[in-house]
């Protein structure tokens, strides 16, 4: 891929975050300046897989995103997680961007830097996960950034509106938030 494509793929996707990227004009606001945390526990085998977004703040590196927008997660042997983020842009055409993530929290496992592009990594912090992984909240430290993420291409509008909840406790404004469109035939590629 070559390094202006991707920086147009949505790529980094749950992961580029702001000491990458320039800030963006009217971008989200937190409306907490206490430090975000991350979750106490995330079991990596557990959280490998597919996972689909339903929302997400708007940002630059997913412009071109469209619909169908997911990322696949795979364990490693050498301890790192390959990253395949994929989306449906509005030519109909799905672009994927494939990367690396390594845990910088070994004690939770929740806290990873992840890159689509080295020597570049971003913060990726799993601040909000479900009991049995069904969902989960991934933002990073100066909350510009924050995704909801399903197991399944959509999510049920009680528990829709419980992540919101949880979300705002966290300090990030839900009215900015976007949704996702999925349609049930997401053509996704595999993590290989």
Do not use: H
């Amino acid at each position: 891929m070559s390094k202006k494509l991707a920086m147009n793929v949505f790529g980094a996707f749950v992961f580029l975050a702001g000491s990458l990227l320039a800030p963006q004009r009217g971008s989200a606001q937190a409306t907490s300046t206490s430090p975000l945390t991350a979750v106490n526990n995330v079991d990596l085998r557990r959280y490998a897989g597919k996972w689909y977004e339903i929302a997400r703040y708007p940002n630059r590196f997913q412009r071109n995103c469209q619909s169908d927008t997911t990322a696949i997660y795979t364990l490693r042997g050498d301890g790192k997680v390959q990253v395949v983020n994929a989306c449906r842009e509005k030519n109909g055409k799905v672009t994927t961007a494939r990367g690396t993530a390594k845990v910088v929290d070994k004690k939770t496992n929740a806290k990873l830097k992840v890159t689509f592009f080295w020597p570049f990594y971003g913060d990726y912090w799993v601040i909000g996960l479900s009991p049995d992984y069904r969902w989960a909240i991934v933002g990073e430290p100066s909350r510009k950034y924050v995704w909801i993420l399903s197991r399944t291409p959509s999510m049920e509008e009680t528990t829709y509106r419980e992540v919101l909840r949880l979300v705002e406790t966290l300090g990030y404004q839900v009215g900015t938030l976007q949704k996702t469109n999925q349609s049930v035939q997401a053509n996704v590629p595999s993590p290989s």
